[in-house]
């Protein structure tokens, strides 16, 4: 018997879940007790990763609400948009603290969830009951919740990045545009023609223009910042590379503030949350200096020519833009010190 927070995770065969198992293996409250499959029910984890050879050598359980309660307390659902929205409501009411890392409970507004992911939306009632994880900006909410819908990847990066300077009423909200590259990880695993290799290598474009479901979960955050409904330009492009996130954000700045006074803000802002670091004048994060880790860094410069801040950030997709993120989550929920089982540096070169 173990006296470890028993966990389960639906997905666990996509990079989402694999990217839980190995950080949940060095936790030191937590054990993965079923990893679950869809497809792979019955085969062992290490048939489709090797890497996990003594490290996890069960066979994959099925989805089943009732069995997962029989070994877990807590859930992730790695899975893609449309398959929580069914699933999680069964979870919960089977007892289980959920934490969703897809886009099914994100959006309140039903009719934006239908408009943007062109999927059935949750139940309302299930909706209201999830808290949205942007725990350096909602944290006193994730404390103590049981459902936790985790943020968006790009969106963890991009509001990151401007909350701080829309609350102060330093940027001006109609202004900003929003610049964001991921590696090719954050498609997830399935092979599809944009990400093989000889589409991608020696290769840099952009995707889903004005059209990315990130949009509405971007914007919902920004305006609650602001105090006012915030519209936004948020272009994706997709880079050459197999994890991190640049976003790139460009606004114009009100009241004459310059790059030392933005640096103050935002370090005052983030006092006492770990995992964001704010760079010093004239340094600005490259995705490396994340790589595999928890962190979040920023760095601006202004420009008096123009009037305008740029402000880059910095994530790992696969940890602050999901497994690592949720397991943030999963502390605060549980009332643990948050950075529990995350506290690795990245890995560089
Ligand atoms: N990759 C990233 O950087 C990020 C991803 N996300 C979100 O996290 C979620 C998982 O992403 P990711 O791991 O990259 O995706 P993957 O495509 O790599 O993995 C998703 C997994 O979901 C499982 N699955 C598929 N259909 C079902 C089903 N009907 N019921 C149960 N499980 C199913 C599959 O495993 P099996 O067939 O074994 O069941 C699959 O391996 C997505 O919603 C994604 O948008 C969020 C932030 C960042
Ligand atoms: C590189 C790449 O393709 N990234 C994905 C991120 C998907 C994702 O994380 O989707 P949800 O957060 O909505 O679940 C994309 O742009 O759609």
Redesign the pocket.
């Known amino acids: 018997m173990t006296n470890k927070l028993r966990a389960a995770i639906v997905g666990s065969t996509g990079y989402?879940g694999v990217e839980l198992i190995r950080l949940l293996a060095s936790h030191p409250l937590v054990e993965v007790t079923s990893v679950i499959s869809s497809s792979s029910a019955g085969t062992p984890i290490t048939e489709g990763y090797p890497h996990l050879t003594n490290i996890r050598t069960e066979l994959l359980d099925d989805v089943n609400p009732q069995e997962i309660r029989e070994k877990a307390d807590v859930v992730f659902t790695a899975t893609?948009?449309g398959i929580a929205s069914k699933l999680a409501p069964q979870l919960l009411d089977a007892g289980l603290k959920v934490i969703d890392?897809?886009?099914?409970f994100?959006l309140q507004d039903t009719a934006l969830y239908e408009e943007w992911?062109k999927k059935e939306p949750a139940d309302k009632a299930y909706l209201e009951q999830a808290v949205y994880g942007m725990s350096e900006v909602y944290g006193d909410k994730v404390r103590g919740a049981s459902f936790i819908s985790n943020?968006?990847?790009?969106?963890t990066a991009t509001v990151l990045g401007l909350v701080p300077a829309l609350q102060a009423g330093w940027i001006d909200p109609s202004s900003i545009i929003i610049d964001a590259k991921?590696?090719?990880?954050?498609?997830?695993r399935g092979a599809s023609l944009?990400?093989h290799y000889s589409e991608l290598n020696e290769n840099f474009k952009a995707?889903?223009l004005n059209k990315?479901?990130?949009i509405p979960?971007i914007e919902m955050v920004l305006s609650d910042a602001a105090g006012r409904e915030v519209v936004t330009t948020f272009t994706?492009h997709?880079v050459p590379m197999t994890r991190g996130i640049m976003s790139t954000m460009y606004a114009t700045v009100q009241g004459g503030r310059k790059a030392a006074d933005f640096i103050d803000l935002y370090r005052s802002y983030y006092e006492g949350r770990p995992f964001v670091r704010v760079r010093g004048e004239g340094k600005w994060p490259m995705t490396k200096e994340v790589w595999g880790s928890n962190y979040c860094d920023i760095g601006f410069a202004v420009d008096e020519r123009t009037g305008r801040v740029t402000v880059i950030s910095v994530i790992d997709?696969l940890v602050k833009?999901?497994a690592g993120q949720a397991i943030q989550n999963l502390n605060l929920m549980m009332g643990w010190d948050e950075t529990l089982g995350l506290q690795f540096v990245p890995v560089y070169p």
Do not use: F, I, M, W
């Open positions: 989402g893609p948009a890392l897809s886009g099914d994100r992911y943020p968006g990847c790009y969106v991921s590696g090719v990880s954050g498609a997830g944009g990400t995707y889903k990315h479901q990130h979960e994706t997709l997709n833009g999901a």
